[in-house]
């Protein structure tokens, strides 16, 4: 199994054929900083988790919207390049537990056919979460393109953004408890690791985070 480097997937996100890299650049590479960052601090091996933040999003390489359905195409990417271990964290970043995997891939709009849902729901069901995939959804849920956030703030960008749903109460809960648990492990709150967090609400308005109407 080879091992995909840091040189090598900063590589992949330049060489992505999508017409506006910029926003989807910045937003994995905050992803991989919050990863780095918490990796470290539960001594995991915090140049992969780094990798695997720049990563997670690879199957938006081509379109910026393109549902759930960006998690299978990263997936199948990655292993078609024999990245296999990197590959996982494309189709975890997105659930916060197995029981909100149909949930997600059963609402409207993820572009996924049924056989492609029972393929997700039931690699997630027999792999589940290790703690580098709950790394990745904290990070995921701080790192966006104007900087890190706490996860409130993204939350609810990203709901307003996208809609909210039946299950996005859910997913709510569920990174909640994500957060929790990585706390517990760290003994304190995550963004004592990241002063980023009050610059970055200090500097951008709320207007620069939402769409205002």
């Keep these: ?102 949930p997600n891939l059963t609402k409207e709009n993820t572009n996924l056919t049924r056989s492609e849902i029972d393929f997700i729901s039931k690699y997630i069901n027999k792999n589940g979460f290790n703690l580098y995939d709950k790394i990745l959804q904290i ?7 104007s900087g890190i956030n706490t996860i409130e ?9 996208y809609g909210m749903t039946d299950v996005s109460e859910k997913n709510l809960r569920g990174i909640f408890k994500i957060q929790n648990e990585i706390e517990n492990k760290l003994g304190y709150c995550i963004y004592r690791l990241f002063p980023e967090v009050s610059d970055n609400i200090s500097k951008t308005l709320i207007k620069d985070v939402i769409s205002l109407k």
């Design 139 to 145: 990070a995921d849920n701080m790192g966006s393109a």
């Design 153 to 161: 703030r993204r939350r609810t960008e990203s709901m307003l953004r």
């Design 1 to 102: 199994m080879k091992n995909l480097s840091i040189e090598e997937a900063y590589k992949l996100l330049e060489e992505a054929p999508r017409k506006n890299k910029e926003l989807w650049i910045k937003h994995s590479v905050n992803v991989a900083i919050v990863s780095e960052r918490l990796a470290e601090q539960l001594n995991l091996d915090s140049k992969k988790a780094y990798v695997f933040g720049l990563i997670h999003d690879i199957g938006r390489r081509q379109k910026e919207h393109v549902g759930l359905r960006h998690i299978l195409e990263g997936y199948k990417f990655l292993v078609d390049l024999g990245y296999e271990e990197e590959s996982r964290g494309c189709l975890t970043h997105t659930f916060y537990d197995r029981s909100l995997v149909i």
